[in-house]
């Protein structure tokens, strides 16, 4: 993985997204938690400045200007270096008590920078009314609310600025921790690129989304693995299966390109030309395999009566296994249709390989029964006999391409049969089942439901069943 930007990567750029949503809601909600505050400041600061004046007004009340006068002249000095102001003026403008001579100031609340006036630099907020026929002027210092204020605000900024550089010193922490993680995986993925299907991605206990990621692929890898394995394996087959009858075939013919008369070379023509079309059915077989397991068979699906297939395959092959001194039997349900759907030439094909591969693996005088019946909703169709059967081992094996239970290859066959009828159960959604019958093998194909989804679109994957 090339070492780009920190800022460039996923994990930094949604941390920088969460971090601006929360920014913006923080801010949000300090903005209406600092007007609130203000408000309130203000309000009490305004409750203050009325306090003040009533109280002068009780004065005034009881003992007229002289009483009003008096408890400004004793106020006032004691105030004033609490930063509150009065100024009691006469109907003429006279003024007859105060600490401060103020003429300007507007009715009601207003006002006074610490610029405006002589008196200490203190910021005043201001209450003027009428105190009977005179004019009275008060003032409370707010510097103390534009502190807390500017307390607030930069209580906010700094817890802004710490948010701000923890939420980036989290991204990177986490953008550089992402990144090695995402460095390891690279470095197996390259390994994987470069053969060795079998190394794995890491996945750690906590589970993630990457970890979720990381299974996903390894699952992917144990297929493309399997399927590798499985390349490989039909090539080594394929040319050990060829490599005989292509060898014989090449003896064959320089026999008959020597031989002194026609007569001499037809025999070993013949002989060739029998090769070349075993040669010709394998490859045919296999094309066909790879077709049917890609899924190209699924158009020519329709509804299918199971009893009339099984009554088609056991009229080709009853004379045939007659003549090899085998017997074969036909069991059916007897009443109604047993209906499936699926390729018609298909499923006969995979009939007929079953029943050709019970002739030629049991012994002369062996029972072959096929047979279909209906459990629980699903068509089961069965090709049993009472032959030596398959080893519980090999199950598994025979269904591969190529693949015999005998060695020596003495038999005759490609080692296809199974394999085709294991495609052929794939495409339809089937599940393959070979068992043991006590003796010999029977070969369960369990089909889905009519209602099923897979009885609608079945998908091609392997579907076996040992036992």
């Given at each position: ?105 507007s009715p009601g609340f207003s006002t006074l920078d610490a610029s405006n006036h002589n008196a200490i630099p203190v910021n005043y907020r201001l209450y003027r009314n009428a105190l009977g026929p005179a004019e009275l002027i008060i003032g409370v210092s707010y510097d103390d609310t534009n502190s807390l204020r500017s ?25 550089l921790r992402t990144r090695k993680r995402i460095a390891a995986l690279s470095a197996v993925m390259r390994e994987v690129a470069s053969g060795k299907l079998s190394t794995r991605l890491p996945v750690s206990s906590r589970m993630d989304d990457i970890d979720a990621l990381a299974e996903e692929v390894n699952v992917s ?247």
């Amino acid at each position: 993985m090339s070492q780009g930007s920190i800022a460039r990567t996923t994990s930094f750029r949604l941390a920088i997204l969460y971090l601006a949503l929360f920014l913006v809601c923080y801010l949000g909600v300090n903005l209406v938690a600092y007007n609130m505050v203000a408000s309130h400041l203000s309000q009490r600061l305004d409750s203050h400045v009325m306090e003040r004046f009533r109280e002068i007004q009780t004065a005034f009340d009881k003992r007229g200007l002289a009483g009003a006068s008096a408890m400004i002249e004793n106020h006032g000095p004691a105030i004033r270096g609490q930063e509150t102001i009065y100024s009691l003026r006469a109907p003429d403008g006279t003024l007859l008590a105060g600490n401060i001579d103020i003429t300007d100031a507007s009715p009601g609340f207003s006002t006074l920078d610490a610029s405006n006036h002589n008196a200490i630099p203190v910021n005043y907020r201001l209450y003027r009314n009428a105190l009977g026929p005179a004019e009275l002027i008060i003032g409370v210092s707010y510097d103390d609310t534009n502190s807390l204020r500017s307390i607030a605000l930069t209580s906010f900024g700094w817890a802004t600025a710490i948010l701000l550089a923890t939420g980036l010193g989290g991204g990177a922490f986490l953008a550089l921790r992402t990144r090695k993680r995402i460095a390891a995986l690279s470095a197996v993925m390259r390994e994987v690129a470069s053969g060795k299907l079998s190394t794995r991605l890491p996945v750690s206990s906590r589970m993630d989304d990457i970890d979720a990621l990381a299974e996903e692929v390894n699952v992917s890898l144990a297929y493309l693995e399997a399927s590798v394995n499985a390349m490989r394996q039909v090539t080594t087959d394929i040319a050990h299966d060829l490599k005989t009858p292509i060898s014989r075939l090449f003896l064959l013919l320089e026999a008959a390109a020597q031989a002194s008369t026609l007569s001499a070379a037809h025999p070993l023509i013949q002989t060739a030309l029998t090769d070349i079309r075993a040669i010709t059915a394998t490859f045919d077989a296999l094309l066909r395999i790879s077709q049917i397991e890609a899924g190209v068979q699924r158009q020519r699906f329709r509804r299918i009566n199971v009893n009339e297939l099984l009554q088609d395959v056991f009229e080709v092959y009853a004379d045939i296994a007659g003549n090899n001194d085998r017997h074969i039997r036909l069991a059916m349900e007897r009443g109604g249709q047993t209906m499936l759907r699926g390729d018609p030439d298909l499923l006969r094909q995979m009939l007929a390989n079953l029943v050709q591969n019970a002739i030629s693996h049991t012994p002369p005088g062996s029972q072959i029964e096929i047979g279909s019946e209906t459990q629980k909703g699903e068509v089961v169709v069965v090709v049993k006999d009472n032959g030596p059967g398959i080893p519980v081992e090999e199950r598994l094996n025979v269904l591969k391409r190529f693949y015999r239970l005998d060695k020596s290859r003495r038999t005759e066959g490609s080692g296809l049969g199974l394999s085709m009828v294991k495609a052929i159960s794939d495409l339809h959604g089937a599940t393959l089942h070979l068992a043991d019958n006590k003796p010999g093998l029977a070969v369960h194909i369990r089909f889905p439901k009519p209602g099923d989804s897979l009885w609608k679109n079945p998908p091609a994957e392997v579907r076996y069943a040992g036992g």
